[in-house]
């Protein structure tokens, strides 16, 4: 393999460096580095506070860095005009936790406020990409037209989902996504995530604290602790890494749970 296909296939979409995010005189991050590749799922874990949705809510503009660089596509969103803004991050979905929907909208609503923000679609057509989008996260068509509270904990995932999925984007993040979910529920819903990303070429940044998930579907994981990313690479490297909070994690009594589950299966 050539160094320039190899690099091409390693295209970043995501560049952070040496970041530091603080509030007052908390850092909770110093000199973090991460990089998230085109076409990966990227599983991110970490202790409680360890800055986890801090470091989404960078990579997304919703907070300026308090030093280094963050670029999404390329850019730094912070010193781009709005309308170029904008598209950039168009160009991104986000599943917030507990799905986040408009609890006064119905589940085809909550989809089409993106669309009607950013496209000139008639009602009539964002209908109809509504719908599709609503099939692509595996939701029955009736529920197209029920409310957040008349949905299962699982099927408000999904319209979430199917909203984050409503632009068409490039990469999504996913806060979560399977907290709150019966074991059946999260493997269907981490299978889901696979198949799309296998089917229209998604890259996914995926928050989780769920050992199943990164086991079933992450092609790296990296790991934030001591206020920085201590290891970003395949689950077996990050598993043999010599740090106390990852042995913890992945050899402590969850971990040889779920490891000892896999076995049976």
Not at 119 to 141: C, E, F, G, M, N
Not at 194 to 214: E, K, N, P
Request: with cysteine; net charge negative.
């Amino acid at each position: 393999m050539t160094i320039a296909v190899a690099a091409k296939q390693r295209e970043t979409l995501v560049e952070v460096r040496g970041l530091r995010s603080q509030f007052g005189d908390q850092v909770v991050h110093e000199n973090l580095d991460l990089d998230v590749y085109r076409g990966e799922i990227l599983g991110v874990v970490g202790g409680s506070g360890s800055g986890k949705s801090v470091l989404l809510r960078t990579i997304l503009g919703l907070r300026r860095p308090d030093a280094g660089s963050v670029r999404l596509f390329g850019e730094n969103l912070h010193g781009l005009p709005e309308s170029q803004r904008v598209a950039v991050e168009s160009r991104c979905g986000v599943l917030f936790q507990n799905g986040a929907l408009f609890s006064s909208l119905t589940v085809s609503e909550n989809v089409r406020v993106p669309l009607m923000e950013h496209t000139q679609l008639s009602l009539h057509d964002a209908l109809r990409v509504a719908a599709l989008k609503i099939a692509l996260a595996d939701l029955p068509p009736e529920a197209r037209h029920k409310f957040p509270a008349e949905l299962s904990g699982g099927m408000v995932k999904r319209a979430g989902l199917a909203r984050a999925l409503a632009l068409d984007p490039d990469i999504v993040f996913l806060d979560e996504p399977t907290s709150g979910l019966d074991p059946i529920a999260a493997a269907s819903f981490d299978q889901l995530i696979r198949t799309l990303r296998d089917a229209l070429g998604l890259t996914v940044f995926m928050i989780t604290h769920d050992l199943d998930s990164l086991h079933a579907i992450c092609d790296r994981v990296a790991v934030l602790a001591h206020k920085r990313v201590i290891v970003a690479d395949s689950l077996d490297k990050v598993e043999r890494f010599d740090d106390p909070w990852i042995r913890e994690y992945f050899q402590g009594p969850r971990g040889r749970a779920a490891e000892s589950i896999r076995a049976l299966g």
